[in-house]
């Protein structure tokens, strides 16, 4: 999926389930640097230097874990993120889903205004 924030900066963003060991990642690039996540290592590459970090908690687990506990509990301060920042999310995913339906730019805009009633008690 390609996009284009208000701003008018682009991002892309792509996901299979076609290899088999199931790779997750995200790379960030800048002017003269690149943040690659890698599953649980993070490295940093700029134009002299390179540095690599490995996770020592299974953040995956962690995140299973407390999303649980959090409704098990009906606490949504466990989380990091909102519901309405899930709903957020879940709308890119609606408007990628229509635009790739239609081979037309959807702006998330429209999802989230859409006639339907979203809400999250």
Avoid: C
Avoid at 62 to 84: C, H, P, T
Avoid at 90 to 99: E, G
Wanted: no cysteine; net charge negative.
């Amino acid at each position: 999926m390609n996009f284009e924030y208000d701003s008018g900066a682009v991002g892309h963003i792509d996901s299979t389930f076609a290899q088999f060991d199931h790779r997750m990642g995200i790379e960030v690039m800048g002017d003269e640097f690149r943040l690659v996540i890698d599953g649980v290592n993070l490295t940093i590459i700029e134009k002299d230097s390179n540095q690599s970090f490995k996770s020592e908690v299974d953040f995956y687990q962690e995140q299973d874990r407390m999303f649980i506990e959090a409704i098990v509990k009906g606490d949504q301060n466990l989380l990091l993120s909102s519901y309405e920042d899930g709903v957020k999310t879940l709308a890119v995913t609606l408007a990628a889903n229509q635009s790739q339906e239609t081979a037309l730019p959807v702006r998330v805009s429209s999802i989230i205004n859409s006639e339907k009633t979203w809400e999250v008690k």
